[in-house]
T-cell receptor
Framework: GQNIDQPTEMTATEGAIVQINCTYQ??????LFWYQQHAGEAPTFLSY????GLEEKGRFSSFLSRSKGYSYLLLKELQMKDSASYLC?????????????FGTGTQLKVEL | EAQVTQNPRYLITVTGKKLTVTCSQN?????MSWYRQDPGLGLRQIYY???????DKGDVPEGYKVSRKEKRNFPLILESPSPNQTSLYFC???????????????FGQGTRLTVV
């Protein structure tokens, strides 16, 4: 089966840097997505990693280590609007094609 | 504007009364899917569709049906809703199955369903 773990909650200060970790145990790994979801709203795409290394996109960066089954999302210069849930989703190659499995999400609270 | 539209946004219904949640996308996407989101369980896939007339079960298909008669629409049907189907439902679409750099999923705004 698949297992995706991420912390349930995190708190950080406005202007700071925060790292949200995601570990996974799965067979047929074929990539990892990060989504942001504000309360009561739809998830929105942040990043996709399939190769080891760091992908940077503005204030947000995502890192993947396939050998360690580990990813993190790095948020810099935190703003109050970054308070949201961050979902790690693992792409798994199955007989029927690619399947996306989500973690339970990390609720980030940004404080003054 | 590119978007995925779900209706209704909120619905309270009674056990056993058939209902349909509609999903429509205007991006000519081939791949569409339905998820439910429950506290502590994350997003779980119910059904997905690779293209018109091609659908398959996700992780939690029991109690649900879908159809894909045309590319833009992917309705979710609950033939006989039960209280354990009370949840927040999301429809999503992408250019293809998740797995390539340009196939990020676009989500609808969600449908909060309560079955009493």
């Amino acid at each position: 089966g698949q297992n995706i773990d991420q912390p349930t909650e995190m708190t950080a200060t406005e202007g700071a840097i925060v790292q949200i970790n995601c570990t996974y145990q799965t067979s047929g790994f074929n990539g990892l997505f990060w989504y942001q979801q504000h309360a009561g709203e739809a998830p929105t795409f942040l990043s996709y990693n399939v190769l080891d290394g760091l992908e940077e996109k503005g204030r947000f960066s995502s890192f993947l280590s396939r050998s360690k089954g580990y990813s993190y999302l790095l948020l810099k210069e935190l703003q109050m609007k970054d308070s949201a849930s961050y979902l790690c989703a693992v792409l798994i190659l199955t007989g029927g094609g690619n399947k996306l499995t989500f973690g339970t999400g990390t609720q980030l609270k940004v404080e003054l | 504007e590119a978007q995925v539209t779900q209706n209704p946004r909120y619905l309270i219904t009674v056990t056993g009364k058939k209902l349909t949640v509609t999903c429509s996308q205007n991006m000519n996407h081939e791949y569409m899917s339905w998820y439910r989101q429950d506290p502590g369980l994350g997003l779980r896939q119910i059904y997905y569709s690779m293209n018109v007339e091609v659908t398959d079960k996700g992780d939690v298909p029991e109690g649900y049906k879908v159809s894909r008669k045309e590319k833009r629409n992917f309705p979710l049907i609950l033939e006989s809703p039960s209280p354990n189907q009370t949840s927040l439902y999301f429809c999503a679409s992408s250019t293809g199955p998740p797995g390539t750099r340009n196939t990020e999923a676009f989500f609808g705004q969600g449908t909060r369903l309560t079955v009493v």
